[in-house]
């Protein structure tokens, strides 16, 4: 007998050993002959039953109903079109580092990722981490041209930059909305996987999940989007692209592994904007918002042993002096259940709001203190970095 396995060994198949039995085979044919009768009933009544419903709406479609969603597909290749229309914003970005070696041999150690022109006068969107220490970086158009980038601002707690090259009249993209994304919305990748030898390369996936806490290098969590597009290392920097053609996503990170295949990570358009923003008016993030608490998610077990009177929320274990939610009125030993709205359980769920707004915005918060719900509004603050 054949094996068969399915991952972890949790599955295999095999076969029970059967009594022969006598032949049958008139009345194998007789019930063949009687579910096919049937079967061709079935589909002329159903066939008229529609044919007449539809009459008498005055029209009638084959179409699935519409799912409630933001991926709308258009006429013809939604993909082919998007490729068309978002590609040639995206450019590749070779970096240059200077590094000196033993008995003080320098050399210079070159990277490769990629990056979105944002504005037609030359910004462009990159990580961080793609132009991390470099002495040289270089701007390579989807034609094909190269240009010398100046560095405009970076942030390395949210892993973005923004650099320009001195052209105007470049193709650019827009920014979309990654708050409207669901589950299950169609995304298109674009970038440069492995250098510029692929450059211009399109994956297709979906929106694997939202509001991913991913802890990067051991000490950096961010906030990210989950998606099953292939992404690989030359990528970092580049697009990720909803139905409307519009960049909903910046490509950051996957999980390498051999073991691991379908976990691509993309900085949110919603986090990103506001940085981009700073970056290219200032240079820098002066703005970013700040709460002003330290906080624990709840479990089931804990809320059971303190008597809480919700299970899922953010235990507040310290409110900062002199904060925005001092100021609103938060108390060590309140339980964050909603933010704008939203439910939170996690830490990680209350920066994702957070990161969506500025210094000087307001934050709705709902909060239990002891067996009362509480709602207060506080203006967010900004984060000294």
């Known amino acids: 007998m054949s094996e068969f396995q399915w991952h972890q060994d949790d599955y295999q198949p095999y076969s029970v050993p059967q009594k022969p039995k006598k032949s049958k085979a008139w009345l194998k044919t007789l019930a063949i002959a009687v579910a096919s009768s049937v079967l061709t009933s079935a589909v002329l009544c159903s066939g008229f039953f529609l044919y007449f419903k539809g009459h008498q709406r005055g029209n009638y479609s084959s179409t699935l109903p519409q799912v409630t969603g933001t991926a709308t597909v258009p006429e013809g290749n939604v993909i082919n079109q998007i490729a068309t229309a978002v590609g040639p914003a995206v450019v590749g970005i070779v970096s240059e580092v200077d590094y000196v070696g033993f008995f003080s041999q320098s050399s210079v150690q070159q990277g490769s990722g990629s990056g979105i022109i944002l504005r037609p006068d030359g910004y462009i969107v990159t ?83 939202l509001n991913r806490a991913i802890t990067i290098d051991d000490n950096k969590t961010l906030t990210l989007l989950q998606t099953d597009a292939a992404i690989n290392p030359g990528n970092s920097g580049g697009a990720l692209v909803n139905s409307q053609g519009k960049v909903v996503g910046i490509n950051t990170a996957k999980i390498s592994s051999s073991s691991v295949e379908g976990l691509g990570f993309a900085i949110p358009s919603a986090v990103a904007r506001p940085i981009i923003e700073d970056l290219i008016e200032h240079g820098r993030v002066t703005n970013r918002p700040l709460i002003g608490i330290t906080g624990q998610e709840l479990s089931a077990s804990i809320s059971r042993q303190w008597g809480f009177p919700t299970d899922k929320g953010v235990y507040i274990t310290s409110v900062s002096e002199g904060s925005a939610a001092e100021k609103a009125g938060l108390k060590r030993g309140d339980i964050i259940i909603e933010v704008d709205g939203q439910n939170v359980a996690t830490v990680a769920q209350i920066n994702a709001i957070r990161n969506t707004k500025r210094a000087g915005d307001e934050l709705d918060m709902t909060f239990y203190r002891g067996d009362d719900r509480k709602s207060v509004t506080l203006t967010l603050g900004a984060q000294e970095d």
Do not use: C, M
């Open 127 to 209: 990580n961080h981490h793609v132009i991390e220490d470099a002495s040289r970086v270089t701007v390579v158009l989807s034609t094909g041209e190269e240009y010398e980038a100046t560095l405009v601002g970076t942030d390395v707690s949210s892993d973005l930059a923004v650099i320009k090259i001195d052209a105007t009249d470049l193709p650019y993209a827009e920014l979309g909305e990654s708050d409207d994304l669901l589950v299950g919305d169609l995304v298109v990748a674009i970038g440069n996987p492995l250098g510029q030898e692929l450059a211009g390369s399109v994956t297709v996936g979906y929106v694997s999940a």
